[in-house]
């Protein structure tokens, strides 16, 4: 496509930032896609570049261009090591929207779109996202946002959230006509699409009269977190899973037994780097079992290769990066590495068995639930 | 173009890439000048491949530019005259670790701090540091001579280089040096390789010598109210026989981008040796600190202290970096007795085009990184900035010095070389002559072939 009438509006808003990427390389040494690919076009100093030479007409919109700019799992790893403090996971998004919006998307993510409109899932799932539970209270003080990829692909997630929810004996309740959060849309470049989303479940919030809503996906927390104040006026308080056990935890609202198991903390994109969620998982872990680190954590942790498109765009990619995670862990010697992503998870286990490896992949809430008491059970 | 093709069937399908996205990620590096994209990019992953390369390049006179990470501040890696980019990333092999005679083999293509990764286990490491150590290559760093903070101690990479085999640019391949630490037989080609920037021919493996890593590492941190008592210190300490792992001085405008507490300059030091000898030298030198007027000194007395000491010397580039989006990273040398008196003139300079202009840089061993903080987009601005940065090296040149210490002269510094040569550059045009008879070599750079 020759694209000297293309306008990149998105992308032009970002130009004096991409204009102080002094191309250090630095990004290089961190970016996941980098390493798997090798190719300059697949560093972020090399998007930047590319989206620079866009704007300014020095090159057009090859294929080659616009898949880079898709090829990306947003985990941010780049933004945190910038020396010049360039915002590149937005302005990544941003080049997403301009292509989406002149039509230049990724036939995956064109789909998945269209599952989203019509049946408010990626995942082309017409039948109930709530099956799992019997009952749903039209009023509680508390929102659990299933997400979903628990609700379909990994329902043990639902329902050990589930459990533990019930455990500490607070008052709440799952909507009953949740959607998709909007975090796909978002960050694959349909983001007038994602506003309805955003709307939409703000609005069946509001109507139980919850002041809190608890997420156990990280993806669908950063979209509220983030994303939707831009959108919609939100007047309740969102919180993670991990941090909503931490506070439990503290306020003796829950007992754990420890398990004496030896695990390892795989630290979601977008739980950690983008909302700065360490310790808190980190600290309901460590009650229940022996801790051990892997190499690259917290703010260096390595992407397990599912966000940001990279899943449904990529997916070999995606796998050969989750393997790279999967060996850290089987380095770092333990039985089991915890997330508090079903993303995460669902990338890490397929990798895992791509790997033969019996390493366990749990979500922190499937980890915790089998050391509450019996009571929360079923 | 379809002459270009051929080279598929060389490096394959899967390691040559003609699309614009691809070759306008390729036409910069670190350098804040103009963009040149190559026609192709290849990333051969042999030696057999990059001798056919440079066979198809030389027949067909094709412009070559190799290339390790692209990290270069001098645009050593930007294929100005276009033709082939010949990207070594994917020669990354650790090739033989030879513990007993520390030393190791590899491929241009290994990333300097996974080589120090590597050589960890062995109690061995490559010493020269530059700040791109993340990043950057063997191979570039072969090419660029670089060095970083502890040259003042292990010296450059020129150092460590024993042996090197080497793609001629017609193709032959020859091995030069030795694996005996002392040789005095025939001309030393290995010096005349390493700092050659590409233009004589492409390295794909190198013999490095090794250092064992140092039992015990200190820091310290001093305050001096001027930045010529700081510079007097430093001098002082080198005459005074000490030899620090780094003696990084940071000037005032440094110190204000940083945002730290405002002081005349700042003086870092690590010390490297045994406990003993580290804690005698520390005593030493903060003696001589003070007699130079230095109004504060810590002595890092755990790894968490020696941390935070470094956090402004770490911080100081990402913080000069982000006040305007063109900086132009100086990188000049003197010998240390003239240090004080080059950032005087720095500082007189700066003031005279009315540009902000910030010293930070691995004073003990006479190396200044100014920054000059501009924007390229404003003409006027970047006239001026380029005004200040020629007198600078100019009179680092005066001052008997050298207008780079370890970035390489790349496009840069082209003019300043007869200004520093004199008619020596005549026998570098004419080596390079003998050696890439065709100009093929990653032409326009180090210097103009008439």
């Known amino acids: 496509m020759y694209d000297n009438m293309i306008m990149y509006e998105n992308l032009k808003k970002h130009e004096e930032e991409i204009i102080r990427c002094i191309r250090c390389g630095f990004c290089k040494a961190v970016c996941p896609i980098s390493k798997e690919l090798g190719w300059e076009s697949s560093t972020p100093r090399g998007k930047m570049m590319i989206g620079l030479a866009l704007h300014e007409k020095k090159i057009s ?83 659990y946002f299933v997400g979903c990829i628990a609700s379909y692909r990994m329902q043990e997630i639902a329902k050990s959230t589930v459990n533990v929810l019930k455990k500490s004996k607070i008052d709440f309740t799952i909507l009953e006509n949740e959607k998709c959060c909007g975090s796909v849309l978002l960050r694959t470049g349909a983001v007038q699409e994602a506003k309805y989303f955003a709307k939409h479940n703000v609005k069946e919030i509001e109507k139980t009269g919850a002041k809190k809503v608890v997420f156990s996906c990280a993806g669908c927390y950063l979209t509220f977190k983030k994303d939707y104040p831009k959108i919609v006026d939100i007047d309740f308080e969102v919180i993670h899973l991990s941090e909503y056990l931490d506070e439990l935890m503290k306020q003796g609202k829950i007992e754990l037994k420890n398990t004496r198991e030896i695990v390892t903390y795989h630290d979601p994109c977008h739980l950690g780097r983008h909302c700065g969620i360490y310790e808190q998982p980190r600290r309901v872990i460590r009650k229940i079992a022996t801790l051990i680190e892997m190499e690259k954590n917290m703010e260096n942790s390595r992407c397990c290769g599912a966000g940001g498109g990279v899943k449904s765009g990529f997916p070999e990619i995606a796998i050969d990066l989750g393997k790279k995670r999967i060996i850290d862990a089987i380095e770092a010697n333990v039985d089991t590495i915890v997330t508090s992503c079903p993303f995460c998870v669902y990338n890490l286990k397929e990798s895992a068995k791509s790997l033969n ?21 079923g | 173009m379809a002459k270009l093709k051929e080279l598929i069937n060389i490096v394959g399908k899967e390691n040559y890439a003609e699309d614009e996205a691809e070759l306008i990620s390729y036409s910069r590096d670190a350098f804040p000048g103009e963009w040149h994209m190559p026609e192709v ?24 530019t190799p290339r390790g990470a692209g990290t270069s501040l001098a645009a050593n890696s930007v294929p100005v005259k276009g033709g082939i980019l010949l990207d070594l990333q994917k020669m990354n092999k650790i090739l033989e670790i030879s513990p007993k005679d520390l030393q190791v083999v ?13 050589l960890k286990k062995y109690n061995l490491f490559f010493p020269p540091d530059p700040g791109s150590a993340s990043v950057c290559t063997i191979g570039g760093m072969v090419a660029n001579n670089a060095s970083g903070m502890r040259a003042v101690k292990y010296g450059v990479t020129r150092d460590y280089v024993l042996k090197l085999e080497v793609v001629l640019p017609d193709g032959t391949v020859i091995k030069t040096g030795s694996n005996a630490l002392k040789s005095s037989s025939g001309y030393d080609l290995v010096r005349l390789f390493v700092g050659s920037e590409g233009t004589l021919g492409v390295f794909t493996e190198i013999t490095l010598r090794l250092r064992t890593l140092p039992k015990y590492i200190t820091t310290a941190l001093a305050l001096f109210s001027r930045v010529d008592a700081a510079a ?16 990084e001085l940071l000037d005032k405008e440094t110190i204000k ?17 045994s406990k003993n000898a ?42 000069l ?6 900086p132009i990273t100086g990188d000049v040398g003197v010998p240390i007795s003239k240090y004080p008196d080059l950032i005087k003139k720095t500082q007189i300079v700066a003031k005279k085009y009315g540009i902000r202009l910030a010293n930070f840089g691995h004073s003990g061993d006479g190396n200044l990184h100014f920054i000059i903080i501009a924007d390229q987009r404003k003409s006027k601005e970047w006239e001026r900035a380029q005004k200040v940065n020629r007198e600078i090296i100019k009179y680092a040149l005066e001052f008997g010095g050298t207008c780079t210490c370890e970035h390489g002269v790349g496009l840069e510094k082209k003019e300043f070389m007869r200004l520093e040569h004199g008619n020596t550059l005549d026998i570098m045009l004419a080596l390079k002559k003998t050696l890439d008879p065709n100009n093929i070599m990653n032409p326009s750079k180090i210097f103009e072939m008439c």
Request: hydrophobic content about 40%.
């Open chain 1, 357 to 377: 490896s019996n390493l366990g992949v749990k979500d922190l809430s499937e980890f915790i639930v089998s050391d509450l008491a019996d009571d929360t059970k």
């Open chain 2, 41 to 64: 990019v290849v990333r051969p992953e042999t030696t057999e491949q990059v001798s056919r390369i440079m066979k198809f390049a030389s027949k067909n006179k094709i412009p070559l």
């Open chain 2, 278 to 319: 580290v804690q005698e030298d520390a005593q030493k030198l903060s003696k001589i600190c003070i007699e130079n007027g230095c109004i504060e000194i810590k002595v890092a007395k755990n790894e968490k202290e020696r941390e935070e000491l470094w956090l402004a010397r770490r911080g100081a580039y990402p913080a």
């Open chain 2, 321 to 326: 970096v982000r006040i305007k989006p063109s």
């Open chain 2, 232 to 247: 007097s210190a430093v001098s002082n300490i080198i005459g005074s026989g000490l030899v620090p792992g780094a003696i």
């Open chain 2, 257 to 273: 981008a940083v945002g730290l507490e405002e002081v005349g300059a700042m003086l870092l030091f690590e010390l490297h040796g």
């Open chain 1, 61 to 143: 919109l090859t294929d080659l261009a616009w898949k880079s700019i898709y090829c990306c799992t947003t985990c941010g790893n780049c933004k945190e090591i910038c020396l010049s403090g360039v915002n590149t996971v937005e302005i990544i998004e941003s080049m997403r929207a301009d292509f989406y919006r002149i039509g230049k998307g990724l036939e995956n993510h064109r789909k998945i779109k269209e599952s989203i409109l019509e049946y408010g899932n990626p995942l082309f799932e017409r039948g109930s996202r709530i099956s799992f539970i019997k009952k749903i209270k039209k009023k509680a003080e508390l929102v």
């Open chain 2, 106 to 118: 590899v491929q241009p293509g290994v990333v300097y701090d996974d080589l120090n990764l590597a």
